[in-house]
């Protein structure tokens, strides 16, 4: 039974530029539009903005809801990554949080200077375990997509330390969404 779909639009450098994604409805034998990732990149092939949409059955009109714009160093290194919310109010994005990474080459790992948040992932870059420490014993859920926006892994955690295991996963950049009943947030970690 066919269920979902995802259709890709490429650049010319070959780079993910929209990704969407649909379901299929048994009822009217048609694919219902469900939500669409936009990427834009620099000359260097870095993803400079990931805007997500989710499709507005009522005015069949995408609507924005969810935005994250990154700026890197000389190296290629992610410095800042911002996070936005749509604000359909007053029709514009409006600050959610913001991360800062510094990075040295006397060290194989980012060290992330977080914003009000509540937890560390590390190692990061990693081979295999990746570690999430936080200050909370309730319940939070960990989502990690393939940069292209692919749905790789979900699970749910309780406590202040757990350990993921990355080692069946291809080499690459991966986003980590931990998501609890007070916060949401998304970081980049590279599985080496």
Do not use: M
């Not at 299929?24 to 834009?40: E, F, G, H, K, Q």
């Not at 009109?61 to 969810?66: D, F």
Request: proline share 2%.
């Amino acid at each position: 039974i066919v269920r979902y779909r995802i259709a890709y639009a490429y650049d010319t450098n070959g780079n993910v530029t929209e990704y969407i994604d649909y379901e299929w409805d048994s009822v009217t034998s048609n694919w219902i539009v469900r939500y669409r990732i936009a990427y834009a990149y620099d000359t260097n092939g870095n993803v400079t903005e990931y805007i997500d949409y989710e499709w507005d059955s009522v005015t069949s009109n995408w609507i924005a809801w969810y935005r994250i714009a990154y700026t890197y160093d000389t190296n290629g290194n992610v410095t800042e990554y911002i996070d936005y919310e749509w604000d359909s109010g007053i029709h514009d994005w409006v600050y959610y949080s913001k991360r800062v990474s510094y990075w040295s080459e006397l060290t194989t790992s980012i060290s992330e200077n977080s914003i009000d948040l509540n937890y560390i992932v590390y190692p990061n870059p990693t081979n295999d375990l990746l570690t999430i420490e936080t200050d909370r014993f309730d319940q939070y859920s960990i989502n990690i997509t393939s940069l292209n926006g692919q749905f790789i892994y979900h699970t749910t955690l309780e406590g202040p330390t757990q350990q993921i295991d990355l080692s069946p996963f291809q080499k690459g950049i991966y986003f980590i969404t931990i998501r609890s009943k007070d916060f949401v947030t998304t970081e980049k970690i590279i599985k080496l």
